[in-house]
């Protein structure tokens, strides 16, 4: 065996000899895999507060009712083909964050089926946030799109947060809603919409300063 000396292995943990790293590294591995996965349960079980209980009926209509009555989200029920409607998405985590939330899609103003929204994300967050969300489709295809059971927004989605300051941005690396205030004082920015589909938030509970729609992926069962 050759002797390498002055070598690290990817993390930069600990000098290795050959191809076998030493026992100390080992455990420094295992140690940041155990702290990843930590992080990864905290995030679903901040979201599983918020998204354990299924949604109630009048959840819906009341969530409903809120974008009906919030400025320029009110015009989309007159000529929207559709939408879908999550009255509590819950959002936490620590290091590794998660996003989730059930939900109905909508066509004629009756329900036609349930979808759940999933979410991960990486970066810098604590704590738990949530938010309700609607998203009308332009068109029969768009809906069609939404309800292949596996659709996923990109990084260019973006989305129009319903607050007393609201702003949305779209950019490179992904579309956020800046937000502030909550239910009661629904207002909303400048909307239209984008591949077939218009996305709608507000906050519930408190401040929550950016709700990214960018990676949401949506399953979908029809009744």
Do not use: H
């Amino acid at each position: 065996m050759v002797e390498c000396t002055g070598l690290e292995n990817r993390q930069g943990l600990a000098p290795f000899v050959g191809s076998n790293p030493t026992p100390s590294a080992i455990s420094l591995q295992r140690e940041t895999s155990s702290m990843q996965t930590l992080r990864l349960i905290s995030a679903f079980f901040f979201i599983g507060l918020f998204a354990a209980t299924p949604a109630r009926a009048d959840n819906y209509q009341s969530t409903i009712a809120v974008f009906r009555d919030a400025g320029q989200s009110a015009a989309f029920f007159d000529d929207a083909y559709g939408y879908a409607v999550f009255p509590t998405i819950g959002k936490g985590g620590l290091g590794i964050g998660a996003a989730r939330g059930k939900g109905r899609v909508y066509v004629g103003g009756s329900a036609v089926g349930e979808t759940t929204m999933t979410q991960l994300s990486i970066g810098l967050q604590a704590g738990g946030q949530a938010f309700s969300q609607i998203i009308f489709f332009e068109d029969e295809r768009a809906l069609n799109d939404f309800t292949t059971g596996n659709f996923e927004f990109g990084a260019n989605a973006s989305a129009v947060a319903i607050t007393a300051g609201a702003s949305a941005t779209a950019g490179s690396t992904g579309a956020s809603a800046g937000a502030s205030g909550g239910q009661n004082d629904a207002a909303t920015a400048a909307a239209g919409y984008y591949r077939g589909m218009a996305i709608f938030t507000v906050t519930k509970g408190g401040l929550m300063y950016e709700a990214s729609v960018s990676g949401q992926n949506f399953s979908y069962e029809p009744y």
